[in-house]
């Protein structure tokens, strides 16, 4: 099929301005090298300054790579964060050097203060300045939403959209939703976020066909399409590698289409972004199973329900309820003691994933729990 643009002008994104490391990250002046408390460092000398928040792990779709169609042992509610929990977590982060924070779920757009999450995370004072949110969604709930969150403070939008056609949507997400996610890109671009990038799991026999069409309609709407190879974090723990639709053979596949030329170093970013055909479009290949940049890797995630990790494939988390809440007739902790848990966890994160280790094991926790 050919990709068809939405009915809207299209103004094409531009690539990001870099720092110094070529990172693909907008430069926001000078960050300093410690705030408050110190930094984040893990024993491999890693200085961590990104925090990924997962708000819920409900979602209005159920991909099949993500979780199961039906009975979804949800978390509970009452183990789910309060907005001044996960905003108090936000700033004692900001006082040790995190100067990002993705939102993400599960959906985030799922949660009814959504707006006052952004505008209160938005507000913390980081090392550098104000943190910069951004947020990964699914794009449902955009029409209504994408105005008060730009309003909020929300800087950027990564929408997923795994497919252009409505059958093989309403396939892989078990939902006829495809025409509510395009409106969704509508209402991001009237918002006017930018660079606005939307999400693709290649997967192969599913829609691994659409790559170069995925490309184009991101060429058409002023998006940067990104591709993220299919990780080990599905419910059904089903993951082969030899059926993942790696980043060679996605390059391999584009460059037949278009002209690909690497933009420096990705240095701590996920992504190997590529102008096409001289830019100002990009694309950007997430190879975090084929060439992993654990390396380089400064994130840490909180979920849902208050437990730290210190890495996306990690086994072990760090709960940070009882010290949010208190615990055996103590009250909270003070901000010092959280500081020193969210050292220590990160002091022990470990070299890499490990999914090429004969021993790997798949976290326990889907994708939809630990958050993106």
């Known amino acids: 099929m050919s990709a068809v643009p939405l009915p809207m002008p299209a103004t094409l994104a531009r690539p990001e301005p870099t720092d110094e490391a070529g990172s693909g990250r907008a430069t926001r002046g000078p960050r300093a090298g410690a705030g408050s408390r110190g930094q984040l460092v893990d024993r491999f000398g890693r200085v961590h300054r990104d925090l990924r928040i997962s708000l819920t792990d409900r ?16 978390l509970a509610k009452s183990s789910i964060l309060t907005t001044d929990e996960i905003v108090r977590v936000a700033e004692v982060l900001a006082s040790l050097g995190i100067v990002e924070v993705r939102l993400t779920g599960g ?100 829609n691994d066909d659409e790559l ?84 380089a890797c400064d994130r840490v995630r909180l979920t849902a329900d208050g437990q730290l990790r210190n890495c996306l494939f990690a086994r072990e988390e760090s709960d940070l309820l009882p010290l949010l809440r208190g615990s055996h007739g103590r009250g909270p902790a003070d901000d010092d003691a959280l500081a020193d848990l969210l050292r220590r966890s990160i002091a022990g994160k470990r070299a890499g994933h490990g999914i090429d280790d004969p021993g790997f094991l798949q976290p326990q926790r889907p994708m939809s729990a630990i958050g993106g």
């Open 212 to 295: 170069v069409d995925l490309v184009q309609f991101a060429i058409d709407n002023g998006a940067q399409m990104r591709f993220i190879e299919q990780m080990p974090l599905d419910a059904g723990h089903t993951w082969s590698r030899t059926e993942m639709v790696g980043a060679d053979e996605i390059l391999d596949r584009l460059t037949r289409r278009f002209t690909l030329t690497p933009i420096g170093e990705r240095g701590s970013s996920p992504a190997q972004d590529y102008l096409v055909d001289g830019g100002p479009t990009t694309v950007g290949l997430i190879a975090s199973v084929s060439a992993p940049f654990c390396g």
């Open 107 to 206: 959906e985030p757009l799922l949660r009814r203060d959504i707006v006052d999450v952004v505008r209160r995370i938005s507000a913390i004072e980081g090392v550098s300045g104000p943190l910069e949110v951004s947020m990964t969604t699914n794009g449902l709930k955009l029409p209504e939403l994408a105005d008060p969150l730009r309003d909020a403070g929300l800087t950027r939008v990564n929408i997923s959209i795994d497919t252009l056609r409505p059958d093989r949507f309403a396939e892989l997400t078990r939902r006829d939703r495809l025409d509510d996610v395009l409106d969704g890109i509508r209402a991001a671009r009237r918002a006017g976020f930018s660079p606005l990038k939307l999400n693709a799991v290649p997967m192969r026999g599913v």
């Open 59 to 74: 979602c209005s779709l159920r991909c099949t790579y993500c979780m199961p169609e039906q009975g979804v042992e949800w």
